[in-house]
């Protein structure tokens, strides 16, 4: 595995992360630190366990029967396997985006707002200022702000999912993890989504799991290429995308791959 | 997984490999009409870079479409844009076989003038730069770049020699004015056309090493080579 240079104090560091599944492992023996407030594209073909290592960073694992890991996570130097860690509050640090757009059937409002309330705050003023702020930072609030109450299902996919970053963003996440967050959407809205990344990454450590090359070298500082379950290679972008050290990587992001 | 994207990455290659041996045979007819005073070689030379200038239009349309429809990364990337800087530099090597092939004939009459001078022994290393940028293309092979750069520092002594002692010439003998202007400019291409296989040597490299030399090795500074 070759890595590039990178700062001193990693907001994610894994040390000989491995993730099983039983006995078969999907990630093996990773060790792989990812700085604060970039974006870090993780890609490799189907199955090589890259989204498997970004849902260890804030235990969606541990949903999995059967899911154990080796090693370690920790975020911001804590151990978050630890037996103290509270996995609820873990999630509120470490939001994350999936593929599909995944709105509660209510409002647009109270979408964003069911956090926050489940936090405990229900002051009204205060909720309307970060619904404010979480769709402005999503870059969807000009959309939407005349209209709060409609149906969060009745916006379009793009919307959904900006809707979804911005309900991630009400709860205060330091960590922003994204699993194809855009592969569902038509070029526009994938645009939108990019540029939303861009924005956010100067308050947000972002992580990003993609099948989409172009997306990884448009979006991230950082790519990482997983193959069979190992980290092949861990640099710049830049680095990766125009000269690659391992000729795996090479291969794979050429498409010379199989 | 044999990509379909090769077949025209190699049609790029052959492009430029077939633009390269046509700009030598055209520097190769010039100079050989130069130091023979053939002028109708000439003619044939300065008619011919219009099929020169045809393989400049190809191979930047090629590429051109690759960047556009394959978003090329890596090595791809690096041969596109090394295509693109080379074809570039073929160019304009045409264009000196047509500058050298316009001095035949002020000097068809001035032989012996230009036999009393470096300019031959000058050509003659711009020339072999020439075909060992090429070779260096077509096997991949940095290490004969890096001594093409290398070369370019005789051609820059040749020329400084070949200053001095044209302008001793035309003050010595005011007859050799003319003449001698015209190997001073023809001193000024060769020059240059060593200057354009430094070039390619150096697009090489790129290609090969990723790394970009062009102004590291600037001014005979091979240390980092």
Redesign the interface.
Known sequence: MTTGPLPLQPKISTSTLSVLYGAKAAVKNVSLDIPANKVTAFIGPSGCGKSTFLRSFNRMNDLIEGAHIEGSVRIDGVDIYDRGIDVVELRKRVGMIFQRSNPFPKSIYDNIAYGPRVNGIRDRKRLDEIVESALRRSAIWDEVKDDLGKSALALSGGQQQRLCIARALAVDPSVLLMDEPASALDPTATGKIEELIYELKDRYTIVIVTHNMQQAARVSDLTAFFYLGELVEFDETRKIFTAPSHRQTEEYITGRFG | ?E?H?EQDLAELRADIVRMGHLVDEQLAGACRALFSGDTSLAAHVIARDTEVDRYDTLIEERCQKYFALT????????LLMAALMIDTQLERMGDIAVNIAERVAPLAAHQKVLGGTRIEEMTSAALTMVRESLDSFIRGDAGLARRVVEADALVDEIDRELLGRVIGLMEHDIALVTPGVHILLLSRHIERLADHATNVAEDVIFLVE?RVVKHALRGGDTASL
């Open positions: 997984m990509r994207f978003a090329p990364v890596a090595t791809d990337l690096r990723a």
